[in-house]
Every structure is written in structure tokens, then in C-alpha cells.
């Protein structure tokens, strides 16, 4: 079974602090992605990776940015957390085919105040 | 650019059949369809490929239809299990190029 683990499931912040967010796989995955999720909005796509030190904006990037300095370790890191970033953060990962699925982390809950 | 799902939001009585659809502007070269319950992380359910293929899995299916650019998940004789979030989420652009898109999300739930 494939795992993927994120550090916290739940997290408390205050403005303008630095935050970690990270992601863990087992599966050898090259691709490896941040989503947030927000009610209405649906998953939207932060940054992916597709290699070890490569990194890639998605839709979202603004007010984030990623360290892949190990295949199996991708973090996301909030440089100065603000209140419109509370929201739920998932890491997902895939085989390097886009006709590979997607597997999700567990997720965690960022509150931001 | 985000695929478009409908409808939003629907709520059946079990045994109830349901469809959700997701469409796209830009072409699609695959479709994965995914099902979030509450306070979870996605789970996969299907992917289906270019060639307008079908799939199904026990009393949920799904169709894809390259041309018109979109995908339907046929959900028939809904369980109280099927409630959830339904996400597609779709390969799509130029040739050469990658990227990978989740829909806007469908919201379904199922009544006892």
C-alpha cells in the first residue's frame, strides 16, 4: 500500500509566522504535489515537483514556496503565515505517467490567527 | 481553465441513482475520478483513458468522452457509503506539456 504521511494533522499559527509543512512518501514517487482546499473552491494546486531539487508553480504559488532536497520528502513552507492561508493542506503523489493516480496524504488543518 | 463539475451539490435517498459530470474548455488526455468523505484525504476510484472508454467498479461507472471534453460518473443504487465529495481530476494541454487539474467538486449525499 502506498503511504503517505503529512507532519501535523491540525495546526495553530499566528500572523506572520514561518510554517513547515511536510510531506512523506514510501512509494518511490518521483511526482509530488501541494494542494489546498477551501469549501467551493475545491483542490487547487500550490507547487508540484517532479524530481528531487525540481519544483514547479501551480495555480496558486503566491505566498508559498517547497524544498525537495530528498525523493521521499517534499515540505511546504508559508514564509509569512497570514490569516487568508488558513485552510487544508494536502500532499499528493504519483508515478511519474499522468495516468497514474494521485494518493493523498492525511492532510492538515492550518489555522492561521 | 479548472474543469467544471455538475451539478454542485445533490442529495439522493438510498437505492437513488445519481450522475455527475465534469467538463472541461481544454483537451483532456485522462480523467481520474475521486471520492472524499469528510475529514478525509481523496481516495482513487477509476481512471479512464483517451478512446471514449467505460469503467466501472461494483454499481459505480464512469464514461469519458474525448471529444466533447468531459467524463460522467454514474453512481446507481446509491449506499449510504457513497456520500462524499466527488473530484475528477484531469490530464490536459498541448502536446509536450503536463498538467494535472481537479474539477470544482460535486458535494453528494445520501439519505437513509
Known amino acids: 500500500d502506498v503511504k503517505v504521511t503529512q507532519s501535523s494533522r491540525y495546526l495553530v499559527k499566528r500572523t506572520g509566522e514561518k510554517v513547515f509543512l511536510e510531506c512523506v512518501q514510501d512509494?518511490?514517487?518521483?511526482?509530488m504535489f501541494w494542494y489546498r482546499q477551501d469549501p467551493g473552491l475545491g483542490l487547487r494546486l500550490i507547487y508540484f515537483s517532479y524530481d528531487v531539487k525540481m519544483k514547479e508553480k501551480g495555480d496558486i504559488p503566491e505566498g508559498y514556496s517547497v524544498s525537495r532536497e530528498k525523493k521521499e520528502r517534499f515540505s511546504l513552507i508559508l514564509e509569512s503565515a497570514s490569516t487568508n492561508q488558513t485552510s487544508m493542506y494536502l500532499c499528493?503523489?504519483?508515478?511519474?505517467?499522468?495516468?497514474?493516480?494521485?494518493?493523498f496524504g492525511p492532510g492538515t488543518r492550518l489555522l492561521v490567527l | 481553465q479548472q474543469p467544471v463539475q455538475s451539478p454542485q451539490a445533490v442529495i439522493l435517498r438510498e437505492g437513488e441513482d445519481a450522475v455527475i459530470n465534469c467538463s472541461s474548455s481544454k483537451a483532456l488526455y485522462s480523467v481520474h475520478w475521486y471520492r472524499q468523505k469528510h475529514g478525509e484525504a481523496p481516495v482513487f476510484l477509476m481512471i479512464l483513458l483517451k478512446g471514449g472508454e467505460q469503467k466501472g467498479h461494483d454499481k459505480i461507472s464512469a464514461s469519458f468522452n474525448e471529444k466533447k471534453q468531459q467524463s460522467s460518473l454514474y453512481l446507481t443504487a446509491s449506499q449510504l457509503s457513497y456520500s462524499g465529495t466527488y473530484f475528477c481530476?484531469?490530464?490536459?494541454?498541448?502536446?509536450?506539456?503536463?498538467?494535472?487539474?481537479f474539477g470544482t467538486g460535486t458535494r453528494l449525499k445520501v439519505l437513509a
Open positions: 481530476g484531469t490530464e490536459m494541454g498541448a502536446s509536450g506539456t503536463y498538467k494535472y487539474i
Open positions: 499528493a503523489t504519483q508515478a511519474p505517467s499522468g495516468q497514474e493516480t494521485q494518493y
Open positions: 512509494m518511490d514517487h518521483e511526482n
